[in-house]
């Protein structure tokens, strides 16, 4: 059975790498996949989230995912802290990860910074909690951008681990061998790091303090203009093929975002505007991004402002999301050896 999850955080500042890297991929797979959506609120609170704060960035993760057509009623919208199975098996596998598999993530090296010892907890089990998050529903197929391959390879570990740990007790509770599936990530497409446009080696980041760095999806369209316009570049004309791009972050971050915008390729969007000095590539940046993400944008304040069809998607999405969760804990409860009510 296919199935997809992924999640964003309510951390506020979505921007235009999530919504490249993951809520317009989110859209795309609805016509293939049985899918679950989640605003990910345990994962935001790693971090310190003032509470008022927290709720409106809930709701605006949903209404990003609505107004960019996500169907919440085809598929499941919903926030995480809402099915109590993303922490209880978020446990479980913090007893099935290992500390140097932590150890090795690059994310809360990050994020931990130089003051490590007074990083959360939770910021370093994180990864434990996504893995959690999609195997709840033991979904085979996770979209994310780039930055969270390290992640998705540490859930697919954890997959393989609790199957080879409790194989026997799998077998005795006649269950299939590979109770938990192998999570596939699903990075593709022209956009699956989309960069600041301040520095073309760092990428585009809800958490960065210049707001100019990044497209924020509640920017209108002259603070888009703007943005785009002022973006840092090379010198040079756009390159004529994609192996101009090389070396040149900055005009293949561009190239890269104008190709995922159109639905289209690098190589198609050299075709067409390879030669061209950048103000003019910035000018035709500046409409496309303005054309599609208006619509969006104004759906989102829309939704926003009056919450109660925010909310009551979110809880039938919960409704719905914990009847799978559930059935996948029941199953892991007697697995693992706890006595239940049967
Ligand atoms: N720059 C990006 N390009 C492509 N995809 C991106 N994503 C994030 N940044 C980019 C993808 O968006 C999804 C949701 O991200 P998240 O909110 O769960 O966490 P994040 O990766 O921590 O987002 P930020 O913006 O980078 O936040 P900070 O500044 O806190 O680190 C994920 O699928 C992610 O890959």
Not at 52 to 68: G, N, Q
Request: with cysteine.
């Amino acid at each position: 059975h296919e199935r997809v999850f992924s999640g964003v955080q309510p951390t506020g500042n979505l921007h235009l790498g999530n919504y490249l890297g993951a809520i317009k991929r989110f859209v795309e797979l609805q016509e293939r996949f049985e899918c679950l959506y989640c605003v990910v609120d345990l994962h935001a609170i790693t971090v310190w989230q003032d509470p008022a704060e927290l709720k409106r960035s809930i709701r605006e993760v949903a209404a990003a995912f609505l107004a960019a057509g996500v169907d919440g009623e085809k598929h499941i919208v919903f926030n995480q802290s809402q099915v109590s199975a993303h922490a209880e098996l978020a446990w479980i596998f913090n007893c099935v990860a290992r500390l140097g598999w932590l150890n090795r993530m690059t994310q809360f090296k990050e994020k931990a910074g130089k003051d490590r010892e007074n990083a959360s907890v939770g910021l370093y089990a994180y990864p434990n909690l996504m893995a959690a998050d999609i195997l709840a529903y033991r979904a085979t197929h996770v979209p994310v951008g780039e930055d969270q391959k390290q992640h998705l390879e540490l859930a697919r570990d954890i997959a393989q681990k609790f199957n080879n740990d409790f194989s026997q007790s799998i077998a005795e509770n006649g269950l299939p061998e590979k109770f938990f599936p192998q999570p596939e990530p699903l990075i593709a497409g022209p956009a699956t790091r989309v960069m600041s446009f301040r520095d073309g080696t760092k990428k585009m980041s809800k958490s960065d303090p210049s707001d100019a760095s990044r497209i924020n999806l509640t920017d209108g369209p002259d603070q888009i203009a703007s943005k785009i316009r002022k973006a840092k570049t090379d010198p040079h004309p756009l390159p004529e093929s994609v192996e101009g791009l090389k070396e040149r972050p900055e005009a293949d971050n561009l190239v890269g975002i104008y190709a995922a915008l159109a639905d289209s390729d690098p190589a198609a969007v050299l075709a067409e505007h390879g030669g061209s000095q950048f103000s003019q590539f910035k000018q035709a940046l500046v409409d496309l991004t303005v054309a599609k993400l208006s619509p969006i944008t104004a759906e989102m304040s829309r939704l926003v402002a009056d919450p109660g069809h925010i909310d009551k998607v979110l809880i039938s999405g919960a409704e719905r999301a914990n009847v799978i969760a559930s059935e996948t804990m029941a199953h892991v409860k007697d697995i693992v050896g706890f006595v239940r009510k049967g």
